[in-house]
C-alpha cells in the first residue's frame, strides 16, 4: 500500500462555493483538460474518462479558455478561478447517482507534486520527522523546515535510506503558498 504526501490547506477560508455541473458540462470540462494535457487523479474505484469523482491541476489553462466553455456559469467561473488564484486543483465529486457532480476547490495545493512511498518508508519518514504515524496526519510547513533544518533529522533520514526523499521534503517544505497556511498531510 503506498502512502501519498502531499501540501494541503484546509484552513483557509474559501469564497467560492462548490457549483453543480450537469453531464454535459462536465463532459466539456473533461474535454478542455485532456486537450491540455491535464492528467485528472481520480478517487478510488473510478474509471479514466467516465470518472465522477477526481482533482485535476487545472492552473496551466487560462481562465479564458474556461470562460468560452462555461459563459453563462458565473458560479463554475467563481470556483475556477479562486483555484487558479491560489494555486489549488479542482475537485470534482459526486455523492449520489441520481445528483449532479459538483465543481469546487481542492485543498491540495497543485504548486508542488505529491510524493508516493510505501507504507514502510512513510513510517520511517515520520519517524526521522518525530512524528507518530498513528496520531500524526499532517505538519505545517513551517514546522516541517524547523525539523528538516535539524542536522539529526538529515543524519536520521540517511540511515535509514531515505536521502532523497530528505530532499524533497527539504524543497516540499519551502514552497511558498502566498498568504495561505499549507500543512504537508499524507494518506
Known sequence: ML???????????LLSKPAPL????????????????????????????????????????AIAQFAALFRERLDLLAVLEEAQFLGRSIRVSRTARNRDALLEVSEHIALSPEIAVTQTQADRVLECLDLDPATSTEIPLD?????????????????????????????????????????????
Open 143 to 187: 514546522e516541517l523546515r524547523s525539523k528538516l533544518s535539524n542536522p539529526a533529522t538529515y543524519h536520521c533520514f540517511r540511515r535509514r535510506d531515505l536521502a532523497n526523499t530528505y530532499e524533497y521534503l527539504s524543497r516540499l517544505s519551502y514552497t511558498d503558498c502566498g498568504e495561505q497556511f499549507p500543512h504537508l498531510a499524507w494518506a
Open 3 to 13: 502512502t501519498f504526501f502531499r501540501i494541503v490547506d484546509t484552513r483557509t477560508k
Open 22 to 61: 450537469n453531464a454535459r458540462e462536465l463532459a466539456s470540462l473533461r474535454s478542455i483538460l485532456q486537450g491540455a494535457g491535464v492528467s485528472p487523479i481520480l478517487d478510488d474505484g473510478e474509471l479514466d474518462g467516465t470518472a465522477y469523482n477526481f482533482e485535476a491541476n487545472a492552473n496551466g489553462l
